[in-house]
Nanobody
Framework: QVQLVESGGGLVQAGASLRLSCAAS????????MGWFRQAPGKEREFVSA?????????IYAPSVKGRFTISRDNAKNTVYLQMNGLKPEDTAVYYC???????????????????WGQGTLVTVSS
C-alpha cells in the first residue's frame, strides 16, 4: 500500500513561487504514475498535473496551470514535485498528491480509481 505525504504549502503573495513535494513509501516509486490535484473551498477536487512512471512520456497539465506549473519526479528520493510559478489568488486550494498504477486514470481524471492520496497541503495566494 502506498503512503503519500505532501509538504511545501504556505501563504504567498500573487506572483510568487512555491514548490510542493510529495514523498512516497510502501511501493516501488519508479513503478508509480504520480499526479497533483487541488480543491478550493466549496469546489470539487480538480486535476492539476501528472507525470508518468515512464521517462519518455511528457507530463500533462490542466489548462489553467500550463506554462506556470512544472511537475517533476526524483525516483532516487521517492518524491514528486510541483513547482508553481506566477501564483494567482485562484490557485488557492488544498493540493493533494496521488498515485496510480495506470496513467490513463490521470488522463481520464478518474479520482475513484487512483491508488492512493496524500493528506493535502494548503496553498494560499493573497492578492
Amino acid at each position: 500500500q502506498v503512503q503519500l505525504v505532501e509538504s511545501g504549502g504556505g501563504l504567498v503573495q500573487a506572483g510568487a513561487s512555491l514548490r510542493l513535494s510529495c514523498a512516497a513509501s510502501g511501493r516501488t516509486f519508479s513503478d508509480l504514475h504520480m499526479g497533483w490535484f487541488r480543491q478550493a473551498p466549496g469546489k470539487e477536487r480538480e486535476f492539476v498535473s501528472a507525470i508518468s512512471a515512464w521517462s519518455g512520456d511528457s507530463p500533462i497539465y490542466a489548462p489553467s496551470v500550463k506554462g506556470r506549473f512544472t511537475i517533476s519526479r526524483d525516483n532516487a528520493k521517492n518524491t514528486v514535485y510541483l513547482q508553481m510559478n506566477g501564483l494567482k489568488p485562484e490557485d488557492t486550494a488544498v493540493y493533494y498528491c496521488a498515485a496510480a498504477a495506470k496513467f490513463y486514470l490521470f488522463v481520464e481524471v478518474n479520482l475513484n480509481g487512483l491508488d492512493a492520496w496524500g493528506q493535502g497541503t494548503l496553498v494560499t495566494v493573497s492578492s
